[in-house]
Nanobody, 123 residues
Framework: QVQLVESGGDSAQAGGSLRLSCAVSGYTYNSACMGWFRQVPGKEREGVALINTYGGTWYGDSVKGRFTVSQDNAKNNLYLQMNSLKPEDTAMYYC?????????????????WGQGTQVTVSS
């Protein structure tokens, strides 16, 4: 059973930094994609950053140059380093994984989700 558990959500000032972590267990797919999405009430879930088995990365336009996604070699942990935070980054952040090796910022392609961690950025 795949389990994803996020941590690291917090409140921060605009311009500051936060690092989110996602502990991954039970995930045995060799060719796959994992990443981060975010959602605010009343809006669709937005793709933030993805990374595949080969280290390829994808970013949403609103976070390019500010956020960095990474994973450890064993793929037991996924990270999101968030720099130069803006108030519009405020959202619930979710860790997600899929099992077919297809990286897309479209949330519908992802099979497994964590419970989310809240990030709040004040101006």
């Amino acid at each position: 059973q795949v389990q994803l558990v996020e941590s690291g959500g917090d409140s921060a000032q605009a311009g500051g930094s936060l690092r989110l972590s996602c502990a991954v267990s039970g995930y045995t797919y060799n060719s796959a994609c994992m990443g981060w999405f975010r959602q605010v009430p009343g809006k669709e879930r937005e793709g933030v950053a993805l990374i595949n088995t080969y280290g390829g990365t994808w970013y949403g336009d609103s976070v390019k140059g500010r956020f960095t996604v990474s994973q450890d070699n064993a793929k037991n942990n996924l990270y999101l380093q968030m720099n130069s935070l803006k108030p519009e980054d405020t959202a619930m952040y979710y860790c997600a994984a899929e099992m077919h090796g297809y990286c897309s910022l479209d949330a519908s392609f992802f099979n497994f989700w964590g419970q989310g961690t809240q990030v709040t950025v004040s101006s």
